[in-house]
């Protein structure tokens, strides 16, 4: 059973840059065909994808969120982070990883963290 964890600071300054990494247990990022992902959900707002990245390392971006976002990973440690520059607080969330068989449809994510931008 594929576990995955998010962890990162929980308040970030507006025009910061917010970093978050998901750490993955009972399965590997480098799985073929498999693809790691980054949603968030604004409060009283839907699930938005942001990202991903394959097991090959290959990234996929949300056009609205491209020019921001940055996925990488760590295989020795079977992570994989997440950075979104300029933040604002149109940018406060709940930030899940996720994984599943294609880059834009996840199907199964983590708990969540929430990250609030405020001065």
């Known amino acids: 059973q594929v576990q995955l964890q998010e962890s990162g600071p929980g308040l970030v300054k507006p025009s910061q840059t917010l970093s978050l990494t998901c750490t993955v247990s009972?399965?590997?990022?480098?799985?073929?065909?498999?693809?790691w992902s980054w949603i968030r959900q604004p409060p009283g707002k839907g699930l938005e994808w942001m990202g991903a990245i394959s097991a090959s390392g290959s990234t996929y971006y949300s056009p609205s969120l491209k020019s921001r976002t940055s996925i990488s990973r760590d295989t020795s440690k079977n992570q994989f982070t997440l950075q979104l520059s300029s933040v604002t607080p149109e940018d406060t969330a709940v930030y899940y990883c996720a994984k599943g068989l294609s880059a834009q449809q996840p199907d199964y994510r983590g708990q969540g963290t929430q990250v609030t931008v405020s001065s």
């Open positions: 009972g399965g590997s990022i480098t799985t073929k065909s498999s693809y």
